[in-house]
Nanobody, 115 residues
């Protein structure tokens, strides 16, 4: 049984940092690209960043360029999203997705940026 578990969310003040983790079980991250997505209340889910399974190439949406960093540790079966310079508009539930032979989603972790 494949499971993805996000963690690391919470409440942070504007300008603060959080590191999200996505831990996979039942699947090897070596075989999967990983994406981080987010969904704010009343809005559609949107992609934030992705990392490939083969050469580690990364992609970032413009609104996080220079602030967020995606990484993947295949040996630990964990992907990360380091978020710096957080803004109130980053408030959302953050999800990770493994995309490969099959696609899997985690349950999400809440990130709230507020003073």
């Amino acid at each position: 049984q494949v499971q993805l578990m996000e963690s690391g969310g919470g409440l942070v003040e504007p300008g603060g940092s959080l590191r999200l983790s996505c831990t996979a079980s039942g699947v090897s991250l070596r075989d999967y690209a990983v994406g981080w997505f987010r969904q704010a209340p009343g809005k559609e889910r949107e992609v934030v960043a992705c990392i490939s399974n083969s050469d580690g190439r990364t992609f970032y949406e413009d609104f996080v360029v220079g602030r967020f960093t995606i990484a993947k540790d295949n040996t630990k079966g964990t992907a990360y999203l380091q978020m710096n310079g957080l803004k109130p508009e980053d408030t959302a539930v953050y999800y990770c997705e493994c995309a490969g032979p099959f696609n899997y989603w985690g349950q999400g972790t809440q990130v709230t940026v507020s003073s």
